[in-house]
Nanobody
């Protein structure tokens, strides 16, 4: 099992910045991609950004140029730097980790609320 602990959410005004962190612990052998998803009220969960173990990144079009995903392999931690935040970024943000051994496993964090006021 992999445990994920998220931090860094909160309330910020439009145009502001926040940095989310997600630390993985437990059975971390085989961790491949790490990423962030979000879910706004009444909407489906959507991908925000992912980063592979090799450092390849992928972003949703809505956050390109404003958000940056990074990871610290030594700390098994993934970060999401969010700049130029907009009210439409308001959502619960979930950390996601893919682990591959003989099987593929997906783990989710508990979620952290990000609220952007106009």
């Amino acid at each position: 099992q992999v445990q994920l602990v998220e931090s860094g959410g909160g309330l910020v005004q439009a145009g502001g910045s926040l940095r989310l962190s997600c630390a993985a612990s437990g059975s971390i052998f085989g961790i491949n991609a790490m990423g962030w998803y979000r879910q706004a009220p009444g909407k489906q969960r959507e991908l925000v950004a992912t980063i592979t173990s090799g450092g390849k990144t992928n972003y949703a079009d809505t956050v390109k140029g404003r958000f940056t995903i990074s990871r610290d392999g030594a700390k098994n931690t993934v970060y999401l730097q969010m700049n130029s935040l907009k009210p439409e970024d308001t959502a619960v943000y979930y950390c996601n980790v893919e682990r591959i051994t003989t099987m593929r496993y997906l783990y989710w964090g508990q979620g952290t609320q990000v609220t952007v006021s106009s």
